[in-house]
């Protein structure tokens, strides 16, 4: 089990010591059942820590904030920031090494280990209790959330309220860190990985096209799966136009001639083109996080889109997203061995 009070005690001492400038992580919300992600600037401040089934984003997402913060910022302190991690946190920090994003000596990373479970699905949650208002959930043994409620505290088996991507993940523990809080457990029971993508590949091709004909056409194009996803980190995304200095004398026809590869109008094929874009360039890179389906507001299934090409890098190349900072990313790199019958 987490020793919650070792996890902020190691805060503490990061933050007295000098060692880091911050500590990323997860305190009580007060807006609602999940954690609020939190930066922790001061050791008084360590003992708001928190790590329990309702601490559900992935906070590599705040790393990347953090180095677009300081590329504005004029203080020049070099110390690492630390942050918490789950397994799917840490392949994200992994992939970002592997992508050299930032260096590896500029985040001390604090492992936890989801214990066999994972965290909670709140919607999920909801439905099982049944119009009752969870006031806290925490872990209850390897296989169960304690959930509190006005009534008091039950047990819930985890497997009924878990986050889809935690029931098929094959690493709930972090592959990368400095230090580390729970114990690894390798036995875990649960869905076989892929499982849900697998049933949805079953249908003709025609019912899939249906299927994600409908999804496109409810995207609103808000774009908060690409805000919150630690991947999609470019400057400037395919899907905005390429930005240019209009100056006095730049022509109608110059304007009119900006490149803009996706419309930005929520029409089928434009939409259709911007989750294609994405999820080709999240290829062998997606760690499978969940947080952009988890975030989007009405409730698109991008995990499948996501775990499809997943799949395909694990079963063609042997490839698993964030298992190891010093391999070469998918994509840059070749092996003799590689399948190649694809290419025509
Ligand atoms: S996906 Fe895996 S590592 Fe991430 S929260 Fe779920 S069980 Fe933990
Ligand atoms: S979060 Fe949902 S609605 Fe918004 S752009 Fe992404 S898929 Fe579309
Ligand atoms: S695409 Fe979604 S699941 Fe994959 S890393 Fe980004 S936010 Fe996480």
Redesign the pocket.
């Known amino acids: 089990m987490i020793d919650v009070a070792a996890l902020r005690a190691h805060a503490k001492s990061l933050l007295e010591k000098g060692t880091v400038r911050a500590v990323i992580g997860y305190r009580k919300s007060t807006a609602g059942l999940l954690a609020e992600p939190a930066t922790i600037a001061e050791a008084a401040q360590a003992d708001d820590l928190i790590f329990d089934p309702t601490c559900v984003q992935n906070l590599a997402l705040y790393l990347v904030n953090d180095k677009k913060e300081r590329a504005h910022s004029r203080s020049d302190d070099k110390r690492p920031v630390a942050v918490v991690a789950k397994g799917c946190d840490s392949r994200a920090i992994t992939v970002l090494l592997q992508e050299k994003h930032f260096p590896r000596e500029s985040v001390h990373v604090i492992g936890v280990s989801c214990e066999g479970t994972g965290v909670v699905d709140a919607r999920k949650l909801a439905k099982k209790l049944d119009g009752k208002k969870a006031l806290s959930v925490t872990f209850d043994g390897a296989e169960a959330f304690s959930v509190m409620t006005e009534d008091g505290a039950q047990s819930i088996p985890a497997a009924l309220v878990m986050a889809e991507r935690c029931l098929e993940c094959r690493s709930a523990h972090p592959t990368l860190s400095d230090m580390t809080f729970g114990e690894a457990k390798a036995d875990r029971t649960l869905h076989a990985p892929f499982q849900a993508v697998k049933a949805r590949m079953k249908d003709e091709q025609d019912d899939r096209w249906s299927f994600w004909a409908r999804?496109f056409d409810?995207?609103?194009?808000?774009?908060?799966?690409?805000s919150?996803c630690p991947m999609c980190y470019c400057e400037e995304c395919v899907v905005d136009s390429i930005s240019f200095a209009v100056l006095p004398d730049t022509t109608a026809d110059e304007k009119a001639d900006r490149i803009k590869w996706i419309e930005r109008s929520?029409a089928r094929s434009e939409?259709a083109m911007?989750?294609m874009v994405r999820a080709i360039h999240l290829a062998g890179r997606c760690v499978d996080c969940a947080e952009?389906?988890r975030?989007?507001?009405?409730?698109?299934p991008?995990r499948l889109l996501n775990t499809r090409l997943e799949m395909e890098a694990f079963e063609t190349f042997e490839y698993n997203p964030g298992s190891d900072m010093n391999a070469p990313t998918l994509t840059s790199s070749f092996r003799d061995t590689d399948p190649n019958s694809f290419i025509r």
């Open positions: 999804q409810r995207c609103l194009r808000c774009y908060a799966c690409r919150v929520p939409t911007y989750h952009c389906e975030v989007c507001p009405v409730n698109i991008l």
